[in-house]
Every structure is written in structure tokens, then in C-alpha cells.
């Protein structure tokens, strides 16, 4: 607002008015992590009886240990994956999955 002393003078007691009034001083909260226990109890939600719950519970390892937000997780590809050939089962990612 400072600037406007120079590109408007004739508003400048108007402008000190506004730029006297003290700055609101909002508390601000620190972010809440979770906690160990917190963290296992999400993680154990998923039912690991069906593709579905292996599918979830798999996806919030990743979130979790590659800290990843869920935009990044949903934009994920199989091309951005890259691990070693003996991690995973040869055609892991290209066998018939249920819809």
C-alpha cells in the first residue's frame, strides 16, 4: 500500500489512516501428525480378505511411506513405478484384474 503515497499523493492522509490501523494477529495452530498408533489403525483398516481391501491397504502404504498427497497417488502410472526385477512376480501388473 505503500506505493499508493506515490501514484496517488492526493489520497496520502487517507492512505496513512488505513496503514496506521495495527495488523490482526491470528493464532495460528501447529499442524497435528498422526501418531504411530493413529497411523497403524488406518492402515489396518482395510479388510485383507479381497482384491478390493489388498488394493486399499496397498495404496495407503504408498501414500504413507512415499509420502505422496492423493492427487499424486490417483495420477500414479505403472511407467512411474521402477523396481528391481526380483520385487515382483514376473507380469505382476499386466495380470487379469477384477473392474
Not at 489512516?17 to 492402515?43: G, N, S, Y
Not at 504413507?64 to 505403472?78: M, N
Amino acid at each position: 500500500m505503500h506505493f499508493l503515497e506515490y501514484r496517488v499523493p492526493s489520497a496520502l492522509e487517507q492512505i496513512r489512516r488505513i496503514l496506521a490501523i495495527p495488523a490482526k494477529k491470528a493464532e495460528t495452530r501447529p499442524v497435528r501428525h498422526l501418531t504411530m498408533e493413529e497411523m497403524q489403525a488406518i492402515l489396518d483398516a482395510p479388510e485383507p480378505t479381497g482384491w478390493a481391501g489388498i488394493r486399499a491397504r496397498a495404496m495407503l502404504h504408498l501414500c504413507f511411506a512415499g509420502g505422496l498427497r492423493v492427487s499424486e497417488l490417483v495420477g500414479l502410472r505403472i511407467d512411474d513405478v521402477i523396481l528391481p526385477h526380483d520385487d515382483l512376480p514376473a507380469g505382476a501388473f499386466y495380470s487379469e484384474v477384477p473392474a
